[in-house]
């Protein structure tokens, strides 16, 4: 949160100063936390499969599970293009 108010202070436009405040609120740190539980829900599923495997269920052969994943992927994608604009905007 330190770093967001010299990001805030520091920002020369208007974009850079929403990208310092949303930091400042805890968006970004947010957004980490849900894609850590997130993968953490599907490691348990993983595991499960892994030492269970002749149980009826098995979690992985219906895609939900590679369905997530792929969602898990692409929000990560989203936040590192975030995290490379936001050192952008405070250069």
Known sequence: QAEAIADLIDASSEQAARSAMNSLQGAFSTR??????????????????????????????DGKIEAQLNDVMADLDSVRGEARQGSLLRE
Request: aromatic letters at 10%; a negative charge.
């Open 32 to 61: 980490i936390h849900q894609l850590v539980e997130a993968l953490t829900h599907l490691r348990i599923y993983v595991e499960a499969a892994i030492d269970f495997p002749d149980e009826e269920i098995d979690f992985l052969s």
